[in-house]
C-alpha cells in the first residue's frame, strides 16, 4: 500500500470526530396487534390447532407480536377459499380486475409510512431503506401489473393467454412485502388466486397488507395469507388443490420443492441464492465503484440474494480499491433500525447470524485476511459487522457459498478473460455487476457473465418492469416485467 | 439385406455422433434393429454413460463459440442443413421405409422435416425480436433485456418420430445457441445416424449435436441427472420417468421441458415459443448520465 492511501484512512477516522444526533422514525403512528391471525377467505381465522408463534424485533430481541401457526387443516381451508374464489375472480371482466389491483397500489401507498416502519421494526433493515425502497417498489409493482390485467392478449403473440388457478406462493425474510408484491401483483393481474405463506421471522406487513385487501374490496377468497415456518411451506405447496408454486428462497429448498413436485402438472418459478461477482476494472471510476461494491454488499445487511458477495477487482488497482472500501466501511453506520442515519441495521435472525458467523470462522480457518469496520454495535439485539475477505482463493467455501450476510469476499484478475473466468466459476447465476468506463468491455463483459440480471456501472437497482430472475442453479424463470407474467399463464395456441 | 443381384449392396454400419466424429460406442455393445420379417437391418449402437458423458464434455465445449456465432450465421447453417437433406430425400425415405413406415408416409415425415428446418432457420435472426424488451424503468438507467441460451440441452427424441420428432426438437435448440446430446429413437434409430452425416455436411461446428442410439431405460436417469447439463428435455415418457426426470434434474435446477402428446407432423408443433423454453432472459442496466 502506498503511503497516500494510508493517509487517507488516517484522514478519515470517524471512530471520535463525527457523532450524529439520533434521528429515530416514530413507532406512535402504527398499529401492531398483540396477536394476528391467520387471512383466509377474506377474514381473519383463528388456527384450527391454535398454536402461535413470537414474531420477534431484531434489533431488540423483543416479541411483537403472536403468529398464528397454520397446519394442515388451515392450508386445507386456505386453498379451497383460494379455489372458490377463482372461479369468480378469473372469470372478472380484465379491466375491473386491474382496477382492484391498482386499488392495493394507492391503499399501499396512503400507508407507506406505516408499512415502512413496521418492514424495520419485524426484519431490521434500516428504515431509509424500508421507506425509500421496499414500501415504494412494493406499490409500484401493483400499479405495473394491475395496467396489464387487460392487455395480456397484447404480451404473447400467437397465443391466448390463460389463466392458471390458485397459486402457492412462499417468500423469504430479507424483502417481506416487497417479495409479497412481486408474487401476488402479476398473480392477480393474471387471474389467478393466491395462497401466500411469508417468512416466520417477517409476518407483519403481509398480514397489514391482508388489511388492505379487505379495505379494498377484493373479493374474499382472492388472498389469502397463512403464517408458519418451513413445515406450513411445504403443507402448501405440496397441496394437491394449487395449480402453481411460486417459491423465492435458497437453492437448497428450491431443489426440495422441484423434486416434491416431481410427476404433478404444478407449474412453478424457482428464485433462489447467488454468489454475485462485482468486477471492477482499472479503467472504472473508482469512488463510485467502491459505493457500488458498498451498495452491492452491504445494502440490506447483505440479506440479497443478489448481492455482489464477490468482488472481484483488476490487479493494477487492488490495493487503491480495498483501502477506499476499508475506508468507506469505517463510516458506515450499524444500529438502530429505525434510525434515518443507519446504514446496517440488525442481522434478521439469531439463526442467521449464527450462520454468518460460522462462515467468518470458516473464512478465517482457510486462511483469508479478514477485515471487519471497526464501529460499536448495539449490546442487544442481532448485529454483523461490514466485513470483508481478502487473499482467498477460487475453491474457497467463502468465495463458492452464499452467506447471506455483510460479508464480501475479495479476489483480483488481470486480464478480461480471468475476471470472466473467475465470475462464471460458481453454480450460481443470479446477477452480476461491471465497472469500467470503456462502452465495448461493458457489453463483452455484460455478454459474457451467465446471469439473469446484469449491472454495469450501477448495483442493486430493481424496477417493477424490469425482468428479474436467476441462470443456472439461481432458479426457473422470471419475475417483473412483461417477461414475469408468463409465469402465471398458460399460453394457448390461437 | 438380401441381394438378388449379382452384385452385393454394401450395407452401412450404423455409428454414433460425438464431438462432429462417428466413433462406435465405446462400450462396444449393440443392438439387433429388426424388420418384420425378422430380417436383421442393422447392428445398432448400444451407447453407454460413458459416451453420454462424453458428448456432455463435447457440447460445453462447443457451447463458447456456438452462442456467440451471429444469428445470421446460425440462420444459413440450418438453411444448409435443409438443403443437404432435400439432397439426401430418397435415401432418407428409403430408411424409414426399411423400418417399417409406408412409402406415402415416409415421403410427407422428410418433406416436413426439411419444412421444419427452413422454419427454424428462418427464426435464428427474429425470435430475439419478438422476445427482447427495452423496460421503462422509472430511474435514470437504461435497461433492457435479452434471450441468451441456456446452456448444453440434453434431449431425449420422440420414439414414434424417428426423423422430424428428432428434427423438432433439435433445431428449436440450437438455433437459440444451445449446444445438445440427443438421445435417438429406440425403435426406429436409422435416420438419426444418417441425420448426423447431413449436419456434418453442413457446417454445423463438431460438438454443437451430438446424437446417441440406446435404451432409453439404461440413459434416462443420466441425461436428467448430469451436473453439466443446463435442460432436459423428454418427450413421450410417462407420469412415473417423467416423475423421474424431474427429481434427477432437481439436483443442479435444471429446466425440465416436457413435450409429451405433440403431433410432431402438424405446425402447430412448431412455433417460437419452442425456441424460447431452451432460453434465459438477461436483464441489463447502465446508469443514464452526463
Redo the contacts between chains.
Keep these: 500500500m502506498d503511503s497516500q492511501t494510508n493517509k487517507l484512512a488516517f484522514e478519515l477516522a470517524f471512530d471520535e470526530g463525527w457523532q450524529y444526533a439520533p434521528a429515530p422514525e416514530s413507532t406512535d403512528h402504527i398499529r401492531i396487534d398483540a396477536q394476528y391471525e391467520l387471512f383466509i377467505g377474506g377474514e381473519f381465522v383463528v388456527p384450527q390447532e391454535g398454536r402461535y408463534f413470537p414474531s420477534i424485533n431484531p434489533a431488540t430481541e423483543e416479541p411483537l407480536s403472536k403468529i398464528a401457526l397454520a397446519t394442515a387443516p388451515d392450508i386445507d381451508a386456505a386453498v379451497a377459499a383460494a379455489r372458490k374464489a377463482y372461479d369468480k375472480w378469473s372469470k372478472m371482466k380484465a379491466s375491473e380486475r386491474g382496477k382492484l389491483v391498482y386499488r392495493l397500489a394507492r391503499m399501499l401507498q396512503e400507508r407507506s409510512r406505516e408499512f415502512a416502519t413496521i418492514e424495520s421494526l419485524d426484519g431490521g433493515k434500516p428504515i431509509r431503506e424500508s421507506r425509500d425502497i421496499d414500501i415504494p417498489l412494493a406499490a409500484?409493482h401493483f400499479f405495473y401489473y394491475a395496467g396489464w390485467a387487460d392487455k395480456l392478449e397484447y404480451a404473447f403473440?400467437?397465443?391466448t393467454p390463460k389463466s392458471l388457478g390458485v397459486a402457492a406462493q412462499v417468500i423469504p425474510w430479507n424483502f417481506p412485502l416487497l417479495m409479497l408484491a412481486w408474487k401476488i401483483a402479476p398473480a392477480l393481474a393474471c387471474g389467478n388466486t393466491v395462497v401466500l405463506k411469508p417468512a416466520e421471522t417477517t409476518p407483519l406487513t403481509a398480514l397489514k397488507f391482508a388489511e388492505l385487501v379487505q379495505d379494498a374490496g377484493l373479493p374474499p377468497g382472492v388472498v389469502n395469507i397463512v403464517t408458519g415456518a418451513g413445515e406450513t411451506g411445504s403443507l402448501l405447496v405440496n397441496h394437491p388443490g394449487v395449480d402453481k408454486i411460486a417459491f423465492t428462497g435458497s437453492?437448497e429448498v428450491?431443489?426440495?420443492i422441484?423434486?416434491a413436485?416431481?410427476?404433478t402438472a404444478k407449474r412453478y418459478t424457482?428464485e433462489?441464492g447467488g454468489k454475485a461477482a462485482n468486477i471492477i476494472f482499472a479503467d472504472a471510476a473508482i469512488d463510485q465503484a467502491v459505493e457500488g461494491i458498498v451498495n452491492g454488499i452491504f445494502f440490506n445487511q447483505g440479506h440479497v440474494c443478489c448481492a455482489g458477495s464477490r468482488l472481484l477487482v483488476q490487479e493494477s488497482v487492488a490495493d487503491e480499491v480495498v483501502q477506499k472500501l476499508r475506508d468507506r466501511m469505517e463510516t458506515l453506520i450499524i444500529g438502530d433500525p429505525l434510525d434515518k442515519n443507519t446504514d446496517i441495521g440488525a442481522i434478521n435472525s439469531a439463526e442467521q447470524l449464527e450462520r454468518i458467523k460460522s462462515y467468518l470462522k470458516i473464512g478465517e480457518d482457510e486462511g483469508a485476511e479478514m477485515h471487519q469496520s471497526s464501529c460499536p454495535v448495539p449490546d442487544r439485539g442481532y448485529w454483523c459487522r461490514p466485513t470483508i475477505f481478502t487473499g482467498v482463493s477460487q475453491s474457497n467455501r467463502i468465495v463458492q457459498e452464499e452467506i447471506f450476510g455483510p460479508v464480501l469476499a475479495v479476489q483480483t484478475f488481470r486480464t478480461l478473460e480471468e475476471g470472466l473466468t473467475k465470475a462464471n466459476n460458481t453454480?450460481y447465476g443470479l446477477s452480476g455487476g461491471v465497472w469500467t468506463d470503456k462502452g465495448a468491455k461493458?457489453f463483452k463483459m455484460?455478454?459474457g457473465v451467465?446471469?439473469?440480471?446484469?449491472?454495469?456501472?450501477?448495483f442493486n437497482?430493481f424496477?417493477p418492469?424490469?425482468?428479474?430472475?436467476g441462470?443456472?442453479?439461481?432458479?426457473?424463470g422470471?419475475e417483473g416485467?412483461?417477461?414475469g407474467l408468463g409465469a402465471y399463464l398458460s399460453?394457448e395456441?390461437r | 439385406m438380401v441381394s438378388t443381384a449379382s452384385r452385393v449392396a454394401v450395407a452401412k454400419t450404423y455409428k454414433i455422433y460425438i464431438d462432429g466424429k462417428f466413433p462406435r460406442t465405446e462400450s462396444g455393445r449393440y443392438f439387433p434393429l429388426q424388420d418384420k420379417d425378422g430380417n436383421v437391418i442393422a447392428n445398432v449402437c448400444l451407447s453407454s454413460r460413458k459416451d453420454f458423458r462424453n458428448s456432455i464434455v463435447a457440447a460445453r465445449n462447443a457451447f463458447a463459440k456456438w452462442s456467440a456465432a451471429s444469428a445470421y450465421l446460425r440462420g444459413q447453417i440450418l438453411y444448409r442443413i435443409a438443403e443437404m437433406l432435400e439432397g439426401r430425400h430418397e435415401q432418407f425415405v428409403d430408411e424409414l421405409v426399411t423400418q417399417g413406415i409406408s412409402k406415402r408416409r415416409a415421403g410427407a415425415e422428410v418433406d416436413a422435416c426439411t419444412d421444419r428446418l427452413i422454419y427454424y432457420a428462418g427464426w435464428a435472426d427474429k425470435y430475439q425480436q419478438i422476445f427482447s424488451a427495452v423496460n421503462p424503468v422509472s430511474s435514470s438507467h437504461f435497461n433492457f433485456s435479452v434471450l441468451e441460451p441456456t446452456g448444453v440441452v440434453a434431449i431425449i427424441a420422440p420414439d414414434d418420430s424417428g426423423l422430424l420428432g428428432l428434427i423438432s426438437n433439435v433445431m428449436p435448440a440450437i438455433v437459440g445457441g444451445n449446444t445438445c446430446v440427443v438421445l435417438a429413437s429406440e425403435s426406429l434409430p436409422l435416420c438419426a445416424v444418417s441425420f448426423a452425416e447431413v449436419l456434418h455436411a453442413s457446417d454445423v461446428p463438431g460438438g454443437v449435436v451430438n446424437i446417441l442410439t440406446g435404451h432409453r431405460k439404461e440413459l434416462t436417469t443420466q441425461f436428467a441427472s448430469h451436473m453439466d447439463v443446463n435442460a432436459i428435455v423428454y418427450t413421450d415418457a410417462d407420469q412415473d420417468v417423467g416423475k423421474g426426470i424431474q427429481v434427477e434434474a432437481a439436483q443442479n435446477i435444471k429446466r425440465v421441458i416436457a413435450r409429451t402428446n405433440v403431433k410432431w407432423e402438424s405446425d402447430a408443433s412448431q412455433n417460437p415459443y419452442v425456441i424460447q423454453e431452451t432460453q434465459e432472459t438477461k436483464t441489463t442496466w447502465h446508469p443514464i448520465g452526463g
Design positions: 409500484a403473440p400467437g397465443r437453492t428450491g431443489r426440495i422441484q423434486k413436485i416431481a410427476g424457482l433462489l453454480p461493458i455484460t455478454q451467465r446471469a439473469g440480471v446484469i449491472w454495469a456501472n450501477t437497482k424496477d418492469t424490469s425482468p428479474f430472475g441462470y443456472k442453479e439461481s432458479g426457473v422470471r416485467g412483461l417477461h399460453l395456441s
